[in-house]
């Protein structure tokens, strides 16, 4: 029997080393999203989405969330960026951004942000009463 192989995909030399030099922004809130406990809230560090690295995926609810430093006020970041979120709201993804000052000093409103992200993408849980036969709503009668 011939094994075929997949070809090894170019981008996961570089998904790596992004993994591994991490800023404390970045190191901080993926302490934070490796515990998050909602129904489709599996994220990847420096995740690949097309030609981009996402600094954090949830590719079951087609979240990315983005990390910037300061270098992104520069017009050349905001252009780039602007694309990024183009190209990724093309695929089906919702960007999320916050700034390392934000995830340093307000992590609990970042996390807030990004719970309210992925509730909003999760299915609807089915109402646990049934609905009543004949018409849906009990009447009360009153006595005589």
Not at 52 to 72: K, P, S, T
Not at 92 to 120: H, Q, T
Request: net charge positive.
């Amino acid at each position: 029997m011939i094994e075929v192989r997949k070809p090894r995909d170019a981008r996961v030399p570089r998904a790596r080393r992004l993994r591994r030099n991490v800023t404390d922004a970045e190191q901080k809130l993926w302490r934070h999203l490796k515990r998050v406990s909602l129904p489709q809230s599996h994220f990847r560090r420096q995740a690949t989405v097309g030609p981009y690295f996402a600094d954090f995926a949830c590719h079951e609810a087609r979240l990315v969330i983005e990390v910037d430093g300061g270098q992104h006020n520069d017009e050349a970041y905001s252009a780039a960026d602007a694309a990024r979120t183009v190209y990724l709201s093309s695929q089906g993804y919702r960007v999320l951004r916050f700034w390392n000052n934000d995830v340093l000093e307000n992590i609990d409103g970042v996390l807030s942000a990004i719970y309210e992200a992925l509730k909003a993408t999760a299915p609807p849980t089915p109402d646990p009463s049934p609905p009543q036969a004949g018409g849906g709503e009990h009447k009360l009668q009153a006595s005589e």
